[in-house]
């Protein structure tokens, strides 16, 4: 399941952000790639313990913890710290698949990959190639979104960033461990959580059958969840 949203961030938020990161200091990308990754890896990211992503990425958790529908999508159990990438001319990431298993840097903690997200930080139109491209069961999905929107897709599909022919392209990527490790699983629950809201406009929060369904969503979450 890929989930597209729109406009975590505000406007005024993405340019406030924006003029923090040109002003960083950017060091090189392979520092968070695994052995393979790093081979077809050549970008430039922030440093995992600036105090600027740390900032940022405290942000992102606040508008990520106010989302429904991100909430509702991947019912997260623990959210790695955003990191911050930049891809100018000529740069790109080639195919690779994310690691599994990721510790959370000066700290004794580590989460499953089950997620991965991209919160654009440049607009669509600035630059050219820079495209996320997602293989999937129904074939290679190309995503390019607009500053302040988010994709989220699970963690165990191959992926690639195509290399930037013009212009630059900002964002932040994380990863994030759901309570429902099976995608398949907490793809249902999305489907089901999404058509009880629809069905609640129709009939009221207390209608029997939105109370039934109300219920079946949570034993299904009861059942499956682990936190
Ligand atoms: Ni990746």
Redesign the pocket.
Known sequence: MLIVIEALLSKDEITDARQQLLGARWVDGKSTAGTQSAAVKTNRQLAENSPLAQQLGALILRRLGANAQFLSAAIPDKIFPPLFNRYGLGEG?GL?I?NAIRPIKGTSLAIRTDL?ATLFFSDASEYDGGELQIETSYGAQSIKLNAGDLVLYPSRSL?RVTEVTRGERLASFFWLQSMIRDDGQRSLLFDLDQSIQAVTQDLGSNHAEVLRLTGVYHNLLRRWASC
């Open positions: 990431f690779h994310d991965s992926h």
